[in-house]
């Protein structure tokens, strides 16, 4: 029978779940190997073909890891707490957790009709009280510990209340806030308990704290930095802002120096670990206070890596959340600095910080002082200051630091040449030309001497002293929605207490709607009679997206405790994640908190190794062609608070004017949207917002209007303009020669960018061995790849070769047990070292190559031997199990499936070649080849050439005049 696809995978999944094939134990004679993907978040369009990239190849080697004998657990769960679910629940009424179980069947059934070897009995979801009871139970450990410098790890804070009962806070170093207080013994324990618990919430791990975050008011919560593009919410794309609020955070610059030690005892990808590195940032330098002129008890905190270029010192810039910018601002500058902070307020961080060559700011008014030396200095406010890095203050030096210079320049400040001490040759033209001077007191010193001088001196003064400063900030760990793990806290007298342990999972309780309240609560504020005891308030705020993930490869090794969120001797066995599979666009995010919270763990018995996942691999990005509108977001004034915005969306042509600057453009805009608004508003500042649209709606770049009101119900009533300027209204049904034309990027194949392909039909189509075959074959795994579908139907052709192998004209199925031929064996055995070597070192798009060479040569051969076909089907198992399981099957193993057989050994003595096709020439011309033993000496190879008929015919009965034999290479006749 042909190649009947559909019948046999439909088969073999089965057979699989039935059987529960893949199950891992969690304790074996094998050695243990933990392959691990990072889990899914279950949307409602299901998996796309770039989502299987990963999972393919982590099953690949899952399955050959079994075959070479390991006790593999490849587990597979759900980062099921999320905004999208949250944000179609706003809109639909209905509970996420609806929503969010019909999106996980759908996943389910994707992910097992591509044949996956997951141990589904470990399944877990971070939505699931089952599991986020653990989360939760993780979190109170948390605020249950302190971080002790002294001996470089976390701390029970029972430990800590002990040390200050017996001898008050002397001789504690910690990692905690910068205002802690100094006591005796006798003090701590004559203070209340509110004033206590104040005391200790400074040094908590995780602990309450006013944090600068983005704000989104159209979503009502606040939003990672990842989630923020452009100064707008990557999900709908609306205005973020920086705003300040209570947060819940955690002190991850704790282990700064353990996760930044820790990247030289790992198997990353050496850009990942560099982006880490950068994110964590590690300084070595000083802090400076700069003292307030006219105010004796404040000043402003530096920290510097260069404290050598102090008198080079023209202005000190804040950032503009700082706290003191409005103590600090003078009457005459109010109006300037408060128009500069609300428009930092609309870019993101990350915009801030990427955005190196825009120079802005504003002068407060106020001076500051130059502690060694008096010196009179302006007191500036920028937006490339970030007030979460090192103390929101930089002390700027024009001419040493290229954006202070463009500063300086940009506003007319002083720039004064100072002495480059780092630069020795710079340093000795300098002084000789007598242009350049810093002060008496380290003219003259090399640099290192120059800092210590200068450290020394600020330390005699009380205005600084040496530091080493991170980058990296306190995760925030707080959003202000609802679909999310509960907090297990609740507040008395204004402080927050945990729950009891017993009292795990806090539920997520029942609410009308899933919006903030009217007084701007977070939406768990609408759940009624929800308080803890019936009288104290509970946290109205969820935990992060990260949190689920941030140890979830525990709890698959140990998934239905009950008690524990994994046993000790699961966690002993398993250890670490062996091989660890996703994107690297989680570096700075998951990644990063997950180092951080195993650490934790570690430190108080928990986990057995300091890193989680030993080695990782980041796979490519299979990517789309995205199709983009531009919609109308202007700043509007003299408008009331209720007036909702007109949605206008501006075709790609007139965009592209407006970007131009064509002036008749931007007025026709202008005049246009004007009359959108009521009487007497105004707009201040046009801009535009760039958003996705659904690639299925969208016809040679042409946007189908009607079906986007569908998509986008919100949108019902959008106006467009078309590329000749004409418009289109809601109500008008006039057809328009002109279209709507999308601009159109390259870009990853995201659900979020609406450029997805459905494995579905493809499945449907050729098969999941196909399917799972030509995602392989596309390119290297690390390497991003454009999807084309059109190679699909050669890689389907292969496997029905492979198929044919096994079978005669007639479709029967024939298998000789006869003995292989020497070519059969070297192609098995040639495939055999190919594969191991290329799974080895993940090099499954070469593998596939080779795989198709190979049963070309058999097919050549017309191979059916038992013995080669049989180790063939192992050896490609791991690619196309399917296929592979039923002819393994056919083959007459009664085994039931092939996934522990052992996997063939390769034998190089079949690649030795032990005969030779020598070219026989005559007077030059090459006539003909003759297979030939190599271990014939050059007399024995002439006597057998000139022996041979065909070789005679060329020589017409005469005597050659000579015969050249170059072993192993030619033979050469002269008549």
């Given amino acids: 029978m042909d190649y009947q696809f559909k019948d046999i995978e439909k088969k073999w999944q089965q057979f699989w779940a039935a059987n529960q094939t893949f199950k891992a134990e969690n304790q074996s004679a094998k050695p243990k190997y933990y392959v691990l993907d990072m889990f899914p978040y279950p949307s409602g369009a299901g998996l796309h073909v770039g989502h299987p990239l990963g999972y393919i190849a982590s099953d690949i080697f899952s399955r050959y890891k079994r075959l070479r004998g390991f006790n593999v657990l ?134 309450l704290r006013e944090s600068t975050v983005n704000w989104c008011p159209a979503l009502g919560t606040v939003l990672a930095n990842d989630e923020v593009k452009d100064g707008v919410s990557e999900r709908g794309g609306y205005p973020v802002e920086q705003k300040k609020m209570m947060q819940w955070s955690m002190r991850i610059t704790a282990y700064a120096e353990r996760l930044l030690q820790g990247l030289d005892n790992i198997d990353w990808p050496d850009p990942l670990k560099e982006m880490q590195r950068n994110w964590i940032g590690k300084s070595v330098g000083a802090s400076v206070k700069f003292p307030i002129e006219g105010n004796t008890q404040q000043s402003i905190e530096v920290f510097t890596t260069r404290v050598d270029t102090i008198f080079g010192v023209t202005f000190v810039v804040l950032a503009p959340e700082h706290e003191l910018v409005a103590s600090l601002t003078t009457p005459d500058q109010k109006e300037a600095v408060e ?39 302006q007191l500036w406010i920028a937006d490339y200051v970030l007030a979460g890095y090192g103390t929101g203050a930089v002390m700027a030096v024009p001419s040493g630091d290229q954006r202070d210079y463009l500063f300086a320049k940009h506003f007319n400040l002083p720039i004064i040449p100072i002495l480059d001490t780092q630069n020795t040759e710079k340093k000795a033209d300098a002084t000789k030309e007598g242009k350049y001077i810093n002060s008496d007191f380290i003219n003259g010193l090399e640099y290192k001497e120059a800092t210590a001088a200068i450290v020394a001196k600020l330390e005699e003064m009380g205005a600084g002293k040496a530091k080493v400063n991170f980058r990296m900030r306190d995760a925030i760990f707080g959003r202000q929605r609802y679909w999310g793990e509960p907090v297990p806290v609740y507040f008395k007298n204004g402080l927050p207490y945990l729950i009891n342990e017993s009292e795990l999972p806090l539920i997520l309780p029942e609410i009308d709607k899933y919006l903030p309240t009217e007084s701007g609560e977070p939406p768990l504020g609408r759940a009624e009679d929800w308080k803890y005891q019936n009288e104290y308030e509970y946290e109205l705020s969820t935990m992060p997206g990260w949190a689920g993930s941030s140890w979830y490869w525990y709890r698959y090794m140990d998934a239905q405790n009950g008690t524990d969120f994994a046993s000790n001797e699961a966690v002993e066995y398993w250890k670490d994640v062996d091989l660890y599979i996703g994107g690297s666009e989680h570096a700075t995010g998951h990644l990063l908190y997950s180092r951080f919270w195993n650490k934790f763990l570690k430190d108080i018995g928990l986990a057995v190794e300091e890193e989680p996942f030993k080695k990782l691999i980041n796979q490519g990005m299979i990517q789309g062609r995205s199709s983009f509108t531009y919609r109308l977001n202007p700043l509007l004034l003299g408008i009331d608070d209720n007036f909702v915005k007109p949605e206008v969306y501006v075709s790609k042509g007139i965009y592209e004017l407006y ?38 709606i969208v016809s040679n770049d042409a946007l189908d209007i009607a079906a986007f009101r569908t998509w986008r119900p919100d949108n019902d009533k959008a106006i467009f303009v078309l590329e000749d300027g004409s418009v289109i209204y809601p109500a008008d049904d006039a057809q328009s020669e002109s279209k709507y034309i999308c601009d159109v990027e390259i870009e990853k194949m995201s659900k979020s960018k609406f450029n997805v392909v459905n494995p579905d039909d493809l499945i449907e189509r050729y098969g999941s061995d196909t399917l799972r075959m030509y995602e392989m074959f596309l390119g290297p795994l690390e390497q991003s ?141 090459t006539r003909l080849n003759i297979n030939m033993a190599l271990t014939l000496e050059p007399k024995e190879v002439e006597a057998l050439v000139l022996a041979n008929p065909d070789v005679q015919k060329y020589l017409d009965g005469k005597t050659p005049k000579k015969v050249i034999v170059v072993k192993g290479r030619i033979v050469n006749i002269v008549i």
């Fill in 785 to 925: 790849k454009p999807w084309n579908t059109n190679g699909i139907e050669g890689v389907f052709k292969f496997l029905r070769k492979f198929w044919r192998l096994f079978h005669n004209d007639q479709w029967e199925f024939t298998v000789s047990n006869d003995a292989p031929s020497k070519a059969e064996l070297k192609s098995l055995h040639k495939i055999i070292r190919k594969v191991e070597e290329d799974i080895e070192r993940f090099s499954f798009n070469t593998s596939v190559s080779s795989f198709m060479i190979a049963v070309n040569e058999l097919t050549d051969l017309k191979c059916n031997k038992r013995a080669v076909l049989q180790e063939l089907v192992i050896i490609l198992s791991p690619y196309a199990p399917h296929i592979c399981e039923e002819l393994w099957t056919l083959l007459g193993n009664d085994a039931g499936t092939l996934s522990y057989a052992a996997y063939p050994v390769f034998n190089p003595s079949y690649l030795v070649e032990d005969e030779f096709a020598y070219p026989i020439s005559v007077n030059g011309k």
């Fill in 74 to 207: 490849h587990p597979m769960g759900y980062d099921s707490f999320g905004l999208p679910a949250e944000q179609y629940a706003i809109q639909t009424g209905q509970h996420p957790a609806i929503t969010t179980e019909a999106n996980i069947a759908t996943y389910r059934r994707q992910l097992d009709q591509l044949g996956f070897s997951f141990d589904w009995s470990r399944e877990v979801r971070t939505s699931s009280p089952d599991y986020y009871k653990w989360t939760q139970w993780i979190f109170m450990q948390l605020f249950n510990s302190w971080y002790n410098k002294a001996d470089e790890k976390a701390e029970s804070i029972e430990k800590l209340v002990e040390h200050f009962a017996a001898n008050g806070s002397a001789g504690i170093t910690a990692v905690a806030d910068d205002e802690i207080l100094t006591f005796t013994a006798a003090e701590w324990n004559a203070m209340s308990e509110e004033a206590q618990q104040t005391e200790l919430l400074k040094y908590r791990l995780t602990y």
């Fill in 339 to 377: 128009a500069y902070i609300a428009q930092t307020k609309k870019k993101s961080e990350l915009d801030r910080m990427a955005d190196t060559k825009s120079v802005s700011g504003a002068f407060t008014g106020s001076y500051v002082l130059n502690p060694l030396n008096g010196e009179r200095i």
């Fill in 659 to 696: 970007k131009e600057g064509d002036f008749d453009t931007i007025e026709q805009i202008a005049l246009f949207y004007k009359d959108l608004l009521p009487e007497g508003a105004e707009i201040g500042e046009m801009d535009f917002s760039k958003l996705h649209v659904d690639v299925n």
